[in-house]
């Protein structure tokens, strides 16, 4: 009697799944909202001649439900099968900087930014923008 009550007793301690154990596949990234974009603009042409770097920005959305851990950016060249550069970015910064070299004319990239619910470890859902490099 006394091991079952012992048992019962960690079962009632143990957090459950939807407090954040693991690797973040809990929850519904649903419920934590999107990232909005600003530049550079979905389906923009840019010219990089003279540029150092490529600066992507987003702005501030509803925090989720747990606070906002992180955000993390992620951008493809093509349609998303080779990784130029992948961050995991402070949850008070909106932008990030990719230098200039990581570009060729001619190419087309894809980017996103999700972030992630520091209660239950989700990350949210995204949408991708796409733009081309025309010039270096």
């Known amino acids: 009697m006394k091991k079952m009550v012992?048992?019962?007793?960690?079962?009632?301690?143990?957090?459950?799944?939807?407090?954040?154990?693991?690797?973040?596949?809990?929850?519904?990234?649903?419920?934590?909202?999107?990232?909005?974009?600003?530049?550079?603009?979905?389906?923009?042409?840019?010219?990089l001649t003279g540029k150092d770097s490529v600066v992507f920005e987003w702005q501030m959305v509803p925090i989720p439900g747990g606070g906002r851990e992180a955000y993390k950016f992620v951008l493809f060249e093509g349609d998303g099968y080779l990784e130029v550069s992948s961050l995991v970015i402070d949850p008070r910064t909106f932008r990030a900087e990719v230098p200039a070299d990581k570009f060729s004319p001619g190419s087309s990239y894809r980017w996103y930014v999700k972030q992630r619910d520091s209660r239950t470890l989700v990350w949210s859902q995204h949408d991708s923008w796409y733009f081309e490099v025309i010039k270096k």
């Open 6 to 47: 012992l048992l019962l007793a960690l079962l009632l301690f143990l957090p459950s799944p939807a407090e954040g154990i693991g690797g973040g596949m809990q929850g519904d990234s649903g419920s934590v909202p999107k990232v909005s974009y600003i530049k550079p603009e979905d389906g923009s042409a840019l010219d």
